[in-house]
């Protein structure tokens, strides 16, 4: 299983930009599928952005256009730029992880990569703050 450990949370004034990473060890980066998820105060856990082991990526409808979700296979790294944040993006991020579906790439990222169950590996959380 791999270990994820998120930083680049914070504080950002609406309108504004923040860029979250998520670094991971203990396995083979590049043979895992990942996603963004969050969760605000009282609300369940959402996902947010994904993306596949060939780089192909999809996004909630609520992100889609401010949000860009990326990898970098030689860092084991994965990120979130966040652009044009709003109030309601103020949430704590969990970046997530799941050793790529074999033979169902493209339902996987169409179908099950905002299902929080699918996925077998949990970062610890970043606060993201938005205010106006």
């Known amino acids: 299983q791999v270990q994820l450990v998120e930083s680049g949370g914070g504080s950002a004034q609406s309108g504004g930009s923040l860029r979250l990473s998520c670094v991971a060890s203990?396995?083979?980066?590049?043979?895992?599928?990942l996603g963004w998820f969050r969760q605000a105060p009282g609300k369940k856990r959402e996902g947010v952005a994904a993306?596949?082991?060939?780089?192909?990526?999809n996004y909630s409808h609520a992100v889609k256009g401010r949000f860009t979700i990326s990898r970098d296979n030689a860092e084991s790294t994965l990120y979130l730029q966040m652009d044009s944040l709003k109030l309601e993006d103020t949430a704590m991020y969990y970046c997530?992880?799941?050793?790529?579906?074999?033979?169902?790439?493209?339902?996987?990222?169409?179908?099950?990569?905002?299902?929080?169950?699918?996925?077998?590996?949990w970062g610890q959380g970043a606060q993201v703050t938005v205010s106006s």
């Open positions: 203990g396995d083979t980066f590049s043979k895992y599928s």
């Open positions: 997530a992880a799941v050793p790529s579906p074999r033979g169902v790439r493209v339902e996987w990222l169409r179908l099950g990569a905002f299902w929080e169950g699918g996925y077998t590996s």
């Open positions: 993306i596949d082991s060939e780089g192909d990526t």
